[in-house]
């Protein structure tokens, strides 16, 4: 299981600081329905996560279940294509650096959001939201194909949902055990993660892409 931890450990700190839902669970930690809204946007989060990786965890281990050079082959394509990917959004993002632009509308409706819809929005943001989904995505495929037992796969799996999913689980719980100490924190961090978004992606997305579409390379 080690090898398939060294992949995952890039892959899961991209998703884990993707600035998008950190900013949303911390507006919800300032809104009026702070502890329902945030407990919902946690739970959907880590679902998603944990279900997206795990959907591509079965599709890898379908095409590398023997050691034909034509399963090898696709699994190597599979990370060629899935790293080109993470590199043109690395360079969309970085295009949109210095854009300004208005804060989605789910955003400005934060106030508004309960447990179920605070649920649908946590995992929504990790199935629609293309750099989580193929961060996800990349994490599946180097688990299913890492050639580790299904324990293996599992506990690997298990490592990188927690990993992932943890920038959003911390402020939730703090806010839970000391929810006056952490409202300046939480304004700060929101403000410098407002300013410094597309940048900070796509710095990380070209870092992440550039691994995974060197693995698959280095896999022919």
């Not at 911390?26 to 945030?38: N, Q, T, V, W």
């Not at 955003?107 to 943001?125: E, P």
């Not at 911390?170 to 839970?176: F, K, L, M, N, R």
């Not at 978004?197 to 550039?210: D, Q, Y």
Request: with cysteine; charged share 10%.
């Amino acid at each position: 299981m080690g090898p398939a931890i060294g992949q995952l450990l890039p892959l899961a700190v991209g998703v884990a600081i993707s600035p998008i839902p950190i900013i949303a669970v911390i507006l919800m930690l300032l809104s009026a329905r702070a502890g329902g809204a945030s407990a919902g946007f946690g739970l959907g989060w880590i679902a998603g996560i944990l279900i997206v990786t795990a959907i591509f965890v079965l599709v890898a281990g379908g095409i590398d279940t023997s050691d034909s050079d034509e399963q090898s082959a696709a699994a190597s394509w599979v990370r060629v294509v899935l790293g080109a990917l993470l590199l043109l959004l690395a360079a969309r993002q970085w295009r949109s650096r210095d854009a300004d632009s208005e804060p989605p509308r789910w955003m400005r409706a934060i106030d508004d959001l309960n447990f179920v819809k605070s649920t649908g929005l946590g995992f929504a943001l990790v199935a629609v939201n293309p750099k989580n989904l193929l961060l996800c995505v990349s994490a599946g495929v180097a688990i299913g194909s890492a050639g580790v037992s299904g324990g293996g796969q599992i506990g690997a799996l298990v490592v990188y949902t927690v990993l992932a999913g943890s920038t959003v689980l911390i402020p939730v719980i703090a806010y839970a055990v000391a929810a006056d100490k952490m409202r300046g924190t939480l304004n700060d961090v929101r403000a410098w993660l407002q300013a410094n978004n597309a940048a900070v992606m796509s710095v990380l997305l070209l870092v992440i892409g550039a691994v995974v579409l060197g693995k698959g390379v280095g896999g022919f």
